[in-house]
Every structure is written in structure tokens, then in C-alpha cells.
């Protein structure tokens, strides 16, 4: 098997979007009955879903999937985030503070799959599919049923401040895992990935990504995450100082940077979003998460982000940067820090309507007629009176 991957070849592999698609649906929107703007950011991303559908006027998104990748960070065992209340506290090497243990992402892998977590409940109500990929839980291999499962590298990624998260193979292993989901999904037919992720311990991990390609300190991009409190932050500031020395020597090999200071998830996500752009397959980012490894696709396949539009604003500093360098401006301001690719579903309706609003009336299904039920029949006054 081959354990290399040439990502040079994804620069050229990587095309632009039409631009005569987007051209056309421009053209296509200034015929409409509507004054200059009248529909505001709608606009915009109708004309980039023809431009990524490479046909003008957009089509209606049909079959979007909530796609998740699945993983657990070592760092997690300092109590860089908040613990969780619905399991049993495991000690911090740092005295004094807890840390969210690997069940809680079970578990959290475990509501989707059931349909209970939030945003199994939202693709119900908005129509989309939802798919997760164990890449990295911390869990016993056979805790998912065998779809989960079967891209799954490791049983967690390694402690960043201090050692590898990943070796060169897993990271190798990873990536190629990403793509290949990436593959799948395109071969299916899906027409929109909302893209999020589920683990513990991803956002400090997403921090030294993104202070490492953008150059900046820790204190600059380490956020509250989970909601942890100052002190907590304070140690995840510390944490991600100690991360990003490790991670400025590789930083012309995005793989070798992955592998240092990434993790199985987010090389799997990485090489994702690569082929889902060489596949022409439009992604909506989610998170902090997302948002870093689309920087690190980034600079293997400039062209890439013309790919991707980001779903909302999480609040995160590392998210905000890693936007500004993407030039991407999240569709809403909701600041939805829950991950688990709920701030991505919850811009699938806006994807929906800039596509429905400004294509062919003959595209869009046409809702099926409800008739209105029968009036109820209310008592007459002389019935109530007993006169009847």
C-alpha cells in the first residue's frame, strides 16, 4: 500500500468554480422583478452555488449531509476544557482541574446515531442526511457500528504540548481516509456537505493550527471553547505557547504539521475538503475545527476556499483569523460554539432559499396543497341557553 501522499498534485487537481456559471446566474437575477440588492446576501451565494454547481440559474440543494468527523485530543487530559457534568470526572495532570473525558464524545456519537443530539433533530426538520466518521474516538473499536467505524485510524491522537499527535503513517492513513469519504459522497450523489466534527479537546488543537499559519501568539487565538473559565483558560493558553513550538519547525509540510500538532481528525477533515474540491462537491464549514483545516487545505490548494463558504460565526478567535486569511464571511452571527455541526446545518436554509429564490420556477418542487380542515361546528347561543 502506498503510505505517501503528493499534495502538489492538488494545485492542479483543484479548479475554479465556473465562472460563467456565476456570470450567467447574475444576469439571470437582474432580469427578476427585484430592485438592485433587494435580496441581500442571497444573492451572492446563489451566483457561488451555479458557479460550484457550473450551471446557471442554481439548482435547488436536494440532498444536503451533515457529515461529522469523529475524534479525541490528548490535550484534553490537562482540563483544557469544561467538565462534563454527565460523566464521571477523570484527574487532570494539573492540579485542581477537571477535564471532559473521551465518554462524552460516545456519547455524543452515540445521540447522533440515535437521532436525539441536536443536530440529528435539525437535519430532520431542515431534510438533510447525517453521516459520522469515527476517525479517532477514544473508544473501542467495535463501540460504533461498522459504517462509523471503518475509516477509523487510532484510538486517539497524541498529546500535542509534549509529543506527535499522530506518526507520519497515521497521518498519511488519515488524510487518505478523508478523501476517500470525500469520494464516497460525491459518488452518491450528495450536492451540499455541512461539514462538523465531535471530540474532545479539538478547539486547543484548532488553535495551534491556526496560530501557527497565521503567525500570531497564543493569547491571540486560544477561546473559551466548552465555556471554561478563566483559570481553565489560562492553562490552555499555556498549553497552546507549548503546542505551537512544536509545530513552527514543520510548517512548510502541512502533512508533517498535521501529524505534529494535529490529529487524526483533523487530517482526515484536510484531506476532505481537498478532494470534495477536486470533486466539485460545495462544503459548509461549522466551527473552529473546520475553519482550521480548511487553512491548512488552504495552503496546499490555494483555490480550494472558492469551494467552501463558512456557516457562522462561533466566537472564536482562531475562527475569526483563519476566516480573515480564508477571506470567507460566515453567512449568519449566531455564535453556536456546541460543535457538532450545528452551525453549519442551521445556514442550509439560507443555502436553500438563495438557490430557491433565484432558480427556474419550473426547478423548484412545488409544495403539495394542504387543505385546511373542516371548521369545527360551535354550539348556536340558543343551544348553550338550552332554548334549542
Not at 456559471?21 to 438592485?36: G, M, N, S, V, Y
Not at 486560544?222 to 505551537?244: Q, Y
Amino acid at each position: 500500500m502506498d503510505t505517501t501522499v503528493d499534495l502538489d498534485t492538488f494545485s492542479s487537481l483543484v479548479e475554479r468554480p465556473d465562472e460563467s456559471a456565476r456570470r450567467a446566474a447574475e444576469e439571470h437575477r437582474q432580469q427578476l422583478d427585484l430592485p438592485p440588492g433587494g435580496l441581500g446576501a442571497l444573492e451572492e451565494l446563489g451566483a457561488w452555488l451555479a458557479s460550484v454547481q457550473g450551471t446557471a440559474p442554481a439548482r435547488p440543494v436536494t440532498a444536503a449531509k451533515v457529515l461529522l468527523f469523529a475524534g479525541d485530543h490528548g490535550v484534553a487530559a490537562l482540563g483544557v476544557s469544561r467538565p462534563d457534568p454527565a460523566s464521571e470526572p477523570v484527574p487532570s495532570p494539573i492540579a485542581g482541574l477537571g477535564s471532559t473525558p473521551a465518554a462524552s464524545t460516545v456519547r455524543r456519537v452515540h445521540a447522533v446515531l440515535d437521532g436525539t443530539a441536536p443536530v440529528a433533530v435539525l437535519a430532520r426538520r431542515y431534510g438533510a442526511a447525517v453521516r459520522v466518521v469515527d476517525i479517532a474516538v477514544d473508544a473501542d473499536p467495535l463501540e460504533f457500528p461498522e459504517e462509523v467505524s471503518r475509516h477509523r485510524v487510532r484510538r486517539g491522537s497524541g498529546r500535542i504540548d509534549v509529543e506527535d499527535a499522530l506518526t507520519a503513517d497515521e497521518a498519511v492513513r488519515a488524510f487518505r481516509a478523508g478523501m476517500a469519504v470525500a469520494d464516497e459522497e460525491a459518488d452518491l450523489g450528495t450536492d451540499l456537505v455541512l461539514l462538523g466534527d465531535l471530540g474532545a479537546g479539538s478547539t486547543t488543537v484548532a488553535a495551534v493550527l491556526v496560530g501557527a499559519l497565521c503567525g500570531t501568539d497564543a493569547a491571540a487565538v486560544t477561546g473559551r471553547g466548552s465555556g471554561i473559565d478563566d483559570r481553565v483558560w489560562m492553562v490552555k493558553c499555556a498549553t497552546v505557547r507549548d503546542a505551537l513550538r512544536r509545530a513552527r519547525p514543520v510548517l512548510g509540510d502541512q502533512l508533517a504539521l498535521l501529524a505534529a500538532t494535529g490529529g487524526a481528525d483533523f487530517a482526515a477533515i484536510t484531506g476532505f475538503l481537498l478532494q470534495a474540491a477536486v470533486r466539485r462537491l460545495p462544503v459548509v464549514l461549522d466551527g473552529v475545527v473546520s475553519a482550521a483545516c480548511a487553512l491548512v487545505a488552504q495552503r496546499v490548494a490555494f483555490r480550494a476556499p472558492e469551494w467552501w463558504r463558512a456557516g457562522q460565526d462561533s466566537g472564536e478567535p482562531a475562527q475569526a483569523k483563519a476566516y480573515d486569511r480564508l477571506t470567507l464571511t460566515p453567512l449568519q452571527q449566531i455564535g453556536v460554539r456546541a460543535g457538532g455541526g450545528v452551525g453549519a446545518l442551521l445556514a442550509l436554509p439560507l443555502v436553500q432559499a438563495a438557490s430557491d429564490a433565484l432558480a427556474e420556477p419550473s426547478a423548484v418542487p412545488a409544495a403539495a396543497p394542504v387543505e385546511p380542515p373542516p371548521p369545527a361546528r360551535l354550539p348556536s347561543a340558543a343551544e348553550l341557553l338550552g332554548l334549542g
